[in-house]
């Protein structure tokens, strides 16, 4: 490499974004490939997704799918229909520690997943409903006695 060429690559960060867009990688790989500029970077959460690949129910392939307990993290099978409200499915508790399993959320992997569709809101909206309807039952009533006198 000539003078002018380290002093270059020297100024410049060893990732740049714009750069990888414009020079493309290929063959032997030197310090400017982003696999090596990045060597180093983010390596707690590289350690945590290692340790949780070594997760039971993960370790073995995963061919169910699998949740975990949100107390003792252990593994239980996932049967539900996604389309079906939470609220319906009658409430689990952990086979391995008796934590209760909320219905709607559920610990996977890495992530933890809440898909199901809500409950319905009638039995939240009824008593508005019901206050809506005497107002205009009262209402209905008022503007019949009020036009009955005069007329």
């Not at 290692?50 to 129910?57: D, L, N, Y």
């Not at 003792?72 to 499915?89: K, N, W």
């Not at 391995?96 to 709607?104: I, P, S």
């Amino acid at each position: 490499m000539s003078g002018e060429e380290g002093k270059r690559a020297a100024e410049e960060p060893a990732y740049d974004p714009e750069r990888a867009r414009r020079e493309k990688s290929y063959g032997v790989a030197d310090e400017r490939h982003w696999a090596k500029a990045r060597r180093g970077l983010h390596e707690e959460e590289i350690e945590f997704l290692r340790e949780r690949s070594r997760a039971p129910g993960v370790a073995e392939g995963g061919a169910l799918r699998n949740h975990y307990c949100m107390e003792c993290h252990g593994v239980i099978p996932l049967e539900y229909d996604s389309r079906e409200s939470a609220e319906a499915t009658p409430p689990e508790n952990c086979p391995h520690c008796g934590a209760a399993l909320e219905g709607g959320v559920r610990m996977m992997f890495n992530w933890v997943e809440m898909d199901q569709v809500p409950g319905s809101d009638l039995r939240a909206l009824l008593p508005f409903f019901a206050a809506g309807i005497a107002f205009l039952a009262i209402l209905a009533l008022l503007l019949w006695l009020f036009f009955s006198r005069g007329a």
